[in-house]
Structures are given as structure tokens and as C-alpha cells.
């Protein structure tokens, strides 16, 4: 059974910086796709970044330069470092995976969340 728990998130001052956690059971991270979402309450769910299963990466405009992603095999978990971190990054942030290459995943799972607030 596939499961991701995320895990980190909470509350800074703009400028700070967090790290989430993604723990992963029931797949290898290190062969699959996961990607990290956020949401704030009226809007769509919007990419943060995203790590394919061929290794290739993109993130989302807003938070290059300042985002940066990373995945210990050993532990099966992924991670978002955020920093100088803004107000309007403020959201819960969703991790993903979803399969590719030697990953059989057929269909993305979530996680449950974890809130991010980031006060001015």
C-alpha cells in the first residue's frame, strides 16, 4: 500500500527557511516521480517541483532559485528545502508520486499535507 507522510511544515518569518519531509512506503522513491504541491483555499493546486522518474526536474516559476529538492534513498524520503521564504508561499504543501521507468505506479498519490505560513 502505497503511503506518503509530509512532514516539516509550520510557521516563519519571510526570509526563513523550512524543510519538508516526504516519507514514502509501499514505493522507492529513487525509481519513481515525486513532486511537491501547494494550495491555499480558493485557488488550484499549484506546482512547486517535480522530479521525474529519469532524474530530470523542474520547479515552479515563483519559487526558483529559492526551492531546492532532494531525496535520501536510505531512508525513502524526499525533501523540499525552502528558503527566503514570502508571505504568498504561504499554503499546504502536497507531496506526490506517481510512476515512470521502473516505477509502476498507474495513478499519482497524495499526501495528506502539511501547512506552511510565512507571516511578513
Known amino acids: 500500500q502505497v503511503q506518503l507522510v509530509e512532514s516539516g511544515g509550520g510557521s516563519v518569518q519571510a526570509g526563513g527557511s523550512l524543510k519538508l519531509s516526504c516519507a514514502a512506503s509501499?514505493?522507492?522513491?529513487?525509481?519513481?516521480?515525486v513532486g511537491w504541491y501547494r494550495q491555499t483555499e480558493g485557488k488550484e493546486r499549484e506546482l512547486v517541483s517535480k522530479?521525474?522518474?529519469?532524474?530530470?526536474?523542474m520547479f515552479g516559476d515563483s519559487v526558483i532559485g529559492r526551492f531546492s529538492i532532494s531525496t535520501n534513498n536510505t531512508k525513502n524520503t524526499h525533501y523540499l528545502q525552502m528558503n527566503s521564504l514570502k508571505p504568498e508561499d504561504t499554503a499546504v504543501y502536497y507531496c506526490?508520486?506517481?510512476?515512470?521507468?521502473?516505477?509502476?505506479?498507474?495513478?499519482?498519490?497524495w499526501g495528506q499535507g502539511t501547512q506552511v505560513t510565512v507571516s511578513s
Open positions: 506526490a508520486a506517481f510512476g515512470g521507468g521502473t516505477c509502476f505506479l498507474f495513478r499519482t498519490y
Open positions: 509501499g514505493l522507492i522513491v529513487s525509481r519513481c516521480g
Open positions: 522530479r521525474n522518474s529519469d532524474g530530470s526536474t
